[in-house]
């Protein structure tokens, strides 16, 4: 898939990349002047609970959808699958899931960080268009998929719709990566045509079939010969739809898409892409990955212990006394633990909360034991796309799951898991007989 969005015939529109850099780099800045408008400090942690949150999200889509959405297959609108095995035969790459639910605002929308993708059709649109107006908005998902956009957009708005402050932070960046989108829609529905038919379907839904594209296009005229009118456009994840048909017709005469759409279309007779094999167990960074999620839930949602330093004057030992011992309405065991412990003024010691290393890692070694026998993921797995299994059994059970991190914790102890942090399958994993593995893949 790489070769469709890198090197000199890339599909990607010119600056995008570049675009996505100065965004990134900004966005410190957009962060400060929103939490000045708003009157409220962002912090790395809000900001770090944020990702986390949205990360989250992302893992959970593919559970809400199963469990509310419609799943497409061969036997299950079998004429909107056969459009979506076409489209990612033409782009060299895997069948993603594709679901049907109901929503009013977005026609089609592509969702996930990382294998496995989804692509998600409105129930209020999805018979409304016509084959080759869908294999453009298909296509045009698979080509976000394909490109990357997904992993961060996901993110961002995993269920697709507007969201107002990312629009202003992250608008330059989206709206590019909608013109890239186009491209690739328009070279797998092969029809300029039925590309803009799809747009207008997909922007006034049932009324689009009415819309005289031509002049609907010449509106962008009337933008072009006053500026201001182009500044609501800014605040917007999405271009205009003017300023699309627009790309699309520049594009549609452009030597990219001449050299491209014989591919496209050879592509399509080829055979279907498998996935990838799944590795089975997981590497070192899958695992250091999900710890590290796991971590910042923890730090972020737990209070620890630390220690709190308090400095005493002689007035202040002296004024305390005087009040325990000549207020009758204070016990007698009162007044004595207060003498003995303001018995000389300096720096006392107590205990607060706060961060503390040794209680963080008994909370994270409980909140581990508990998902894991629960659900056999912790929220860092789920992002990651990791799971724990057990050998020779359905379940991991609450058993396994204690055997698996009181072992775990033991061998780091001991310093005897050092030794092995490279490996796939750690010797805590065979003495508790459980294994951390990739997605739905079994133990071998």
């Given at each position: 898939?790489?070769?469709?969005?890198?090197?000199?015939?890339?599909?990607?529109?010119?600056?995008e990349r570049t675009t996505f850099v100065l965004t990134l780099a900004s966005l410190p800045l957009t962060i400060f002047v929103l939490g000045w408008v708003f009157q409220h400090q962002i912090g790395r942690q809000e900001i770090a609970l944020l990702v986390v949150v949205a990360m989250l999200y992302v893992a959970f889509a593919r559970g809400r959808l199963l469990g509310g959405g419609l799943r497409i297959h061969a036997g299950q609108f079998s004429q909107v699958h056969a459009v979506v095995d076409e489209c990612a035969r033409m782009l060299r790459m895997p069948t993603p899931h594709v679901f049907v639910r109901d929503d009013p605002f977005v026609p089609v929308v592509a969702i996930g960080i990382g294998d496995p993708y989804a692509i998600v059709i409105s129930a209020q649109f999805v018979e409304h268009f016509r084959d080759?107006?869908?294999?453009?908005?298909?296509?045009?998902?698979?080509?976000?998929?394909?490109?990357?956009?997904?992993?961060?957009?996901?993110?961002?708005?995993?269920?697709?719709?507007?969201?107002?402050?990312?629009?202003?932070?992250?608008?330059?960046?989206?709206?590019?990566?909608?013109?890239?989108?186009d491209r690739v829609g328009l070279l797998c529905c092969g029809s300029l045509d039925a590309a803009l038919r799809a747009i207008a379907v997909a922007t006034f839904h049932t009324l689009g079939r009415k819309v005289d594209l031509h002049a609907f296009a010449e509106q962008l005229?009337?933008?072009?010969?006053?500026?201001?009118?182009?500044?609501?456009?800014?605040?917007?994840?999405?271009?205009?739809?003017?300023?699309?048909?627009?790309?699309?017709?520049?594009?549609?005469?452009?030597?990219?898409?001449?050299a491209w759409a014989p591919r496209f279309a050879a592509n399509a007779a080829a055979p279907q892409v498998t996935g990838a094999q799944e590795a089975g167990f997981a590497g070192f960074w899958r695992r250091a990955w999900a710890l590290a999620i796991d971590l910042v839930v923890i730090q972020l949602?737990?209070?620890?212990?630390?220690?709190v330093k308090t400095q005493i004057t002689k007035e202040q030992v002296a004024a305390a006394k005087a009040a325990t011992a000549g207020n009758p309405d204070v016990p007698k065991w009162v007044a004595d633990i207060a003498s003995a412990k303001l018995a000389q003024p300096g720096v006392h010691t107590s205990v607060g909360l706060d961060s503390d290393q040794t209680l963080l890692f008994l909370v994270l070694v409980v909140y581990a034991i508990v998902l894991v026998a629960l659900v056999g993921q912790t929220f860092g797995m789920m992002v990651s796309d990791l799971r724990?299994?057990?050998?020779?059994?359905?379940?991991?059970?609450?058993?396994?799951a204690i055997a698996r991190y009181v072992l775990l914790a033991l061998s780091f102890m001991t310093i005897f898991g050092l030794?092995?942090?490279?490996?796939?399958?750690?010797?805590?994993?065979?003495?508790?007989?459980?294994?951390?593995?990739?997605?739905?893949?079994?133990?071998?």
């Amino acid at each position: 898939m790489t070769a469709f969005f890198s090197g000199k015939e890339s599909l990607r529109v010119r600056g995008e990349r570049t675009t996505f850099v100065l965004t990134l780099a900004s966005l410190p800045l957009t962060i400060f002047v929103l939490g000045w408008v708003f009157q409220h400090q962002i912090g790395r942690q809000e900001i770090a609970l944020l990702v986390v949150v949205a990360m989250l999200y992302v893992a959970f889509a593919r559970g809400r959808l199963l469990g509310g959405g419609l799943r497409i297959h061969a036997g299950q609108f079998s004429q909107v699958h056969a459009v979506v095995d076409e489209c990612a035969r033409m782009l060299r790459m895997p069948t993603p899931h594709v679901f049907v639910r109901d929503d009013p605002f977005v026609p089609v929308v592509a969702i996930g960080i990382g294998d496995p993708y989804a692509i998600v059709i409105s129930a209020q649109f999805v018979e409304h268009f016509r084959d080759d107006e869908l294999r453009f908005l298909i296509g045009r998902e698979l080509g976000h998929i394909a490109s990357g956009h997904t992993r961060y957009t996901s993110l961002m708005s995993s269920n697709g719709r507007e969201n107002g402050v990312l629009s202003v932070a992250l608008g330059a960046w989206l709206r590019t990566i909608d013109y890239t989108a186009d491209r690739v829609g328009l070279l797998c529905c092969g029809s300029l045509d039925a590309a803009l038919r799809a747009i207008a379907v997909a922007t006034f839904h049932t009324l689009g079939r009415k819309v005289d594209l031509h002049a609907f296009a010449e509106q962008l005229k009337e933008l072009h010969a006053e500026p201001s009118l182009r500044l609501a456009e800014w605040t917007a994840s999405t271009p205009y739809a003017t300023n699309r048909i627009a790309a699309l017709h520049r594009f549609a005469r452009d030597p990219l898409y001449l050299a491209w759409a014989p591919r496209f279309a050879a592509n399509a007779a080829a055979p279907q892409v498998t996935g990838a094999q799944e590795a089975g167990f997981a590497g070192f960074w899958r695992r250091a990955w999900a710890l590290a999620i796991d971590l910042v839930v923890i730090q972020l949602l737990v209070p620890a212990v630390h220690a709190v330093k308090t400095q005493i004057t002689k007035e202040q030992v002296a004024a305390a006394k005087a009040a325990t011992a000549g207020n009758p309405d204070v016990p007698k065991w009162v007044a004595d633990i207060a003498s003995a412990k303001l018995a000389q003024p300096g720096v006392h010691t107590s205990v607060g909360l706060d961060s503390d290393q040794t209680l963080l890692f008994l909370v994270l070694v409980v909140y581990a034991i508990v998902l894991v026998a629960l659900v056999g993921q912790t929220f860092g797995m789920m992002v990651s796309d990791l799971r724990v299994v057990a050998v020779n059994r359905p379940r991991v059970g609450l058993r396994h799951a204690i055997a698996r991190y009181v072992l775990l914790a033991l061998s780091f102890m001991t310093i005897f898991g050092l030794f092995s942090i490279f490996r796939r399958v750690q010797p805590y994993e065979k003495w508790s007989r459980t294994r951390l593995v990739s997605g739905s893949a079994a133990i071998r």
